[in-house]
């Protein structure tokens, strides 16, 4: 009896494992590029197009460019630089991309990466910054109101060098709402309290001129839709 019930445990550890595995294993890479060719520019919708380009320096090749702020200003106080991945929707996800700042100001420059993106008035984003205070360096949600900080764990600020490449990760997973967001590998921003299901995803600053280059998007998931956002 004993040797039956101990191995009916192990089948049913086994098939749990296996269907664990199985499920992990559909993250699939929906979404990626290198920025080689004009075209890819796109993909995106900008909050104003005319501040962005390819770059002929990237980090295998060309880039993503962004020259700075331009003529967008967020009716709530958000980000004003920001390019959004046309017609993909997703709600948990892994992104990962590589980000350089071309700014002059170390100490002010910002990287952000939206996510849950309903419109321009309903959305989130994550802050990368060079300093970290009450409205820096954090994870903030726009419902329509001025940004609310989300996070619970934050370093003092990130240093982003001169002509340097970093690498930029994070991590949705809308069932215990949290999202995490690494920096060169190490985990620099967390939080548990974020409300947003799905949505579009997007990067960009509040001020800061950068490259973007060797994005992959990889979900479980994801739906089409090929609303605009601004």
């Keep these: 009896m004993k040797k039956a019930f101990l191995l009916l445990s192990v089948s049913i550890f086994v098939f749990v494992s296996f269907a664990q595995s199985k499920k992990e294993s559909k993250v699939k890479t929906i979404y990626s ?30 880039s993503l460019k962004c020259l700075g702020k331009g ?8 980000p004003s630089i920001m390019a959004i991945l046309k017609n993909i929707e997703v709600k948990d996800f892994e992104l990962e991309l590589l980000v350089q700042q071309n ?10 990466i939206f996510y849950g993106i309903k419109d321009s008035l309903h959305y989130s984003y994550a802050q990368i910054a060079g300093h970290a205070d009450k409205s820096t360096h954090n994870i903030f949600q726009v419902d329509a109101a001025k940004p609310q900080r989300l996070c619970d764990k934050k370093d003092k600020g990130i240093r982003w060098g001169v002509d340097e490449w970093h690498k930029v990760k994070v991590v ?4 215990n709402q949290s999202l995490k967001v690494y920096f060169n ?46």
């Design 185 to 230: 590998d190490e985990l620099i921003l967390q939080t548990n309290e974020d409300s947003i299901t799905s949505g579009y995803i997007g990067f960009g600053s509040t001020n800061s001129a950068l490259k973007v280059d060797n994005i992959k998007l990889m979900a479980t998931d994801y739906t089409k839709n090929s609303s605009t956002i601004f």
């Design 103 to 112: 700014g002059k100001n170390f100490d002010l420059l910002d990287f952000c």
């Design 71 to 78: 003529q967008y200003i967020d009716v709530n106080g958000g």
């Design 33 to 62: 590029q290198g920025f080689n060719s004009d075209k890819s520019t796109g993909d995106f919708e900008y909050s104003d197009a005319s501040k962005w380009l390819i770059s002929k320096k990237g980090k295998s090749g060309k």
């Design 172 to 175: 949705r997973n809308t069932s």
